[in-house]
Nanobody
Framework: QVQLVESGGGLVQPGGSLRLSCPGP????????MYWFRQAPGKERVLVAR????????YYTDSVKGRFTISRDNAKNTVYLQMNSLKPEDTAVYYC?????WGKGTLVTVSS
């Protein structure tokens, strides 16, 4: 049974950093493209970043380019999202995704 469980969210001031983690036990992790999405209050869930199975190819939505970094450790079955220079508009619930599997999300709040 696949369970994705995001962690690492919290309250941070503008300009701060957070690192999100998402282990994927039960998933053939090293075979799968992994994604991070986010959903801000009152808005739709949108793609933030994507990483190929071997980590060599990544994609970022324009609003996070240069500030966020997606990475993975296939030996630990875990995908990460390093978020730097956070802005209030980054406030959202962040979800990791693989195939049809979703975690419950972790809340990131950027506020002074």
């Amino acid at each position: 049974q696949v369970q994705l469980v995001e962690s690492g969210g919290g309250l941070v001031q503008p300009g701060g950093s957070l690192r999100l983690s998402c282990p994927g036990p039960g998933l053939t992790f090293s075979d799968e493209v992994m994604y991070w999405f986010r959903q801000a209050p009152g808005k739709e869930r949108v793609l933030v970043a994507r990483i190929s199975w071997n980590g060599r190819s990544t994609y970022y939505t324009d609003s996070v380019k240069g500030r966020f970094t997606i990475s993975r450790d296939n030996a630990k079955n875990t995908v990460y999202l390093q978020m730097n220079s956070l802005k209030p508009e980054d406030t959202a619930v962040y979800y990791c995704n693989a195939l049809t599997y979703w975690g419950k999300g972790t809340l990131v709040t950027v506020s002074s």
